[in-house]
């Protein structure tokens, strides 16, 4: 990929990492989509549009992947941020409570990267970013649920590598640690 402006879509840009990379690549000169559950989310910088999308629902990414498509006709860059964090031991953290870290955390990014695949395979080219975590690789006490989406989200990453690179696409992985943010405070106690 070249160093000219892109077409970038990230998800989970209202806080955090996911607003410092929007507002980051939009300074850059890319064109940037930021996505939040939030209809009414503020954008992290003034030219990043703001989309909704829960990445829990195929149809609410199917709509925003649409939306980016209409407006800027392709998706050069996706990241993967949007995520939440569960607190509680394993032997405490409820089955439903799993499930939703899970959904959020793995399944949603697997949502996203299904719906922008066919555009870029047809353009040639692109590139996947999955925000992962250091947890991914070391379990992290009263965080097993977390650490398990992120595992579980690397192991698809690097299977979908291999599967798309023969289309001029890359999936890479990113693996922040502790970060300042509020994703710490904002983690759910079980």
Request: charged residues 20%.
């Amino acid at each position: 990929m070249s160093n000219t402006s892109k077409v970038v879509l990230v998800t989970g840009a209202s806080a955090g990492i996911g607003a410092a990379i929007a507002s980051r690549l939009s300074k850059a000169g890319h064109i940037v989509f930021g996505t939040s559950r939030k209809a009414d989310a503020q954008p992290p910088a003034a030219s990043v549009r703001m989309l909704a999308m829960d990445v829990r629902s195929e149809a609410s990414v199917a709509q925003a992947v649409a939306e980016v498509l209409k407006i800027a006709g392709r998706i050069d860059v996706l990241i993967n941020n949007a995520g939440f964090g569960i607190a509680a031991s394993v032997e405490d953290t409820r089955p439903d409570d799993m499930q939703r870290q899970m959904d959020t955390n793995f399944l949603g990014p697997l949502r996203v990267c299904q719906a922008v695949l066919p555009a870029m395979r047809a353009q040639g080219s692109g590139r996947i970013i999955q925000v992962s975590s250091l947890a991914a690789r070391i379990g992290i006490p009263f965080q097993g649920a977390y650490s398990a989406s992120k595992s579980a989200l690397e192991g698809m990453s690097e299977a979908l590598s291999m599967e798309v690179k023969p289309f001029g696409i890359d999936v890479v992985m990113v693996q922040p640690g502790d970060t300042k943010s509020n994703f710490t405070a904002s983690r759910e106690w079980t």
